[in-house]
């Protein structure tokens, strides 16, 4: 069954990230540099959530660990809510909200909307860590985990199991594409946003856990 979480038909995969030549297209031959990006602010389970993007897409979630998850009780479960710079956002930045508040208000349910495009420049390369990335995102579904030795085989790399391990460090977009998926072989649910979030991967692990 599809998962709220990842709804993407197969016509919205190739859709999700804007290559360089295309935005080169779109904006004149301009590069990164000269996005206008707006940030998104919202309050999770999680603490303060940060979303940053341009018109084109999103360049960045960050988590900001304000508080322990525990302590979002009082918020009620599954809510997330913006609290600063909605006024003017773009599409994308508007469909990013809109996915993170199904996330977690219910992330089982079948349906919902479309992940929104992503435009860091991580993201639109060609490199081992793009390729990484990309495949977590398209492979790697809502309630289920991956080691990173098995997606290096997915990636195209058996060997770069640290290679993985450092594409999941830089994750420009966690949540979106869910690094908090990769886990180590061994069965311990591993380092999360280099070992300073490893609370959190073990809250969104059990959140997205049938019953969780």
């Known amino acids: 069954m599809r998962r709220k979480a990842l709804a993407m038909d197969e016509e919205a995969k190739p859709k999700l990230f804007r290559t360089g030549r295309e935005m ?6 301009e590069g990164e540099s000269q996005c206008t990006q707006k940030t998104i602010s919202l309050q ?21 660990m304000d508080v322990a998850p525990a302590e979002r009780n009082d918020q009620g479960p599954g809510s997330c809510e913006v609290i600063d710079g909605s006024a003017g956002a ?43 990335l990309r495949t977590l995102l398209q492979e790697v579904r809502f309630g289920e985990t991956v080691s990173y ?12 199991v640290r290679a993985v391990g450092g594409a999941m460090r830089r994750n420009p977009v966690p949540l979106v594409i869910p690094c908090h998926r990769v886990v180590p072989s061994s069965g311990p649910s591993g380092a999360y946003m280099g070992g ?6 073990v809250w969104l692990l059990a959140h997205e856990r049938p019953g969780g």
């Open 44 to 64: 999770s389970p999680l603490g303060t959530i940060q979303v940053r993007g341009c018109e084109a897409g999103v360049h960045t979630i960050r988590l900001l």
């Open 90 to 132: 773009g599409p994308e930045l508007l469909r990013c909200v809109d996915w993170l508040r199904d996330y977690f208000s219910d992330p089982g349910a079948p349906g919902g909307p479309l992940l929104p495009r992503l435009h860091h420049p991580t993201l639109r390369g060609d490199s081992f860590s793009s390729r990484v």
């Open 149 to 160: 030795k098995r997606l290096a085989e997915m990636a195209g790399n058996p060997r770069a």
């Open 196 to 201: 300073r979030g490893n609370h959190l991967k």
């Open 24 to 29: 080169k297209r779109r904006r004149g031959g």
